[in-house]
């Protein structure tokens, strides 16, 4: 269900509070398993708001945290590119977000034949029911095989060859909008709606 953000924020904090106390991590220095720290953690969140509000709900557990402010997360080739993905699964196969989503980095296929675009439009077909059924983590997870299978790269080796820092920035767009549907609740028009008006935002900044 939806939770408010109050709650939300809280339960972020709980579960690095319950993370630090039973997970242990490998040191590569010391070539041996270590307790994890607060230092291990990273926390992404879409707004800066959001960022003081989890920073807070920590603190009040006496868990040392850092806030850092580096640029936007969304400012990116695979923010906008993701977006196109998404929306040619939202669509069902529509012929042209199909097309928009294939020229993307994410699947790298320029001039698709006819073939090849007959084989995407039922794999987003296929995608969009996903999504509904079982959210924005399945369907992604389901894409990543269907673009290996084609191509043999996958997406996230199509990401990390553009630039290594495309994939750490997909990797934290998509735990975002995760988290994101998690908290809203599994509506795929939301998430398309929750990631556009990020860019947006962009856009009106530069």
Not at 4 to 29: F, N, V
Not at 46 to 61: G, H, Q, Y
Not at 168 to 174: E, K, L, Y
């Given at each position: 269900g ?5 709650t939300?924020h ?7 509070a ?9 040191d ?5 398993e ?8 990273a926390v992404?969140?879409?707004t800066n708001?959001?960022c ?9 557990r006496?868990?040392p945290?850092v ?9 990116c ?9 998404l ?17 993307t980095?994410?699947?790298k ?8 675009l ?8 296929k995608?969009h029911k996903l999504w509904?059924?079982?959210g ?5 997870n389901?894409?990543?095989?269907l673009?290996?299978?084609f191509?043999?790269n996958?997406i996230r ?5 553009a630039?290594?820092?495309e994939l750490a920035d ?11 549907e998690r908290?809203q609740?599994?509506m795929?028009?939301?998430?398309i709606?929750w990631l556009?008006?990020?860019?947006n ?6």
């Amino acid at each position: 269900g939806i939770k408010d953000k109050k709650t939300y924020h809280t339960d972020i904090a709980s579960e690095i509070a319950a993370t630090l106390m039973r997970c242990t991590i490998y040191d590569s220095e010391k070539q041996q398993e270590r307790s994890m720290t607060p230092g291990d953690i990273a926390v992404l969140a879409d707004t800066n708001k959001n960022c003081k509000a989890i920073t807070e709900a920590l603190t009040e557990r006496s868990i040392p945290c850092v806030l850092e402010k580096n640029g936007n997360i969304f400012d990116c080739r695979a923010a906008k590119d993701l977006h196109a993905v998404l929306a040619a699964a939202f669509s069902g196969g529509d012929p042209a977000a199909v097309r928009r989503a294939l020229a993307t980095i994410l699947l790298k296929t320029i001039d698709p034949d006819e073939s090849v675009l007959v084989r995407w439009t039922a794999n987003f077909r296929k995608l969009h029911k996903l999504w509904s059924k079982s959210g924005i983590a399945a369907m992604l997870n389901k894409l990543e095989q269907l673009s290996r299978g084609f191509s043999g790269n996958g997406i996230r080796k199509n990401l990390a060859a553009a630039a290594p820092q495309e994939l750490a920035d997909f990797d934290g767009i998509t735990q975002l909008l995760i988290d994101a549907e998690r908290e809203q609740g599994r509506m795929p028009q939301m998430l398309i709606s929750w990631l556009e008006k990020r860019l947006n935002n962009i856009s009106e900044k530069e």
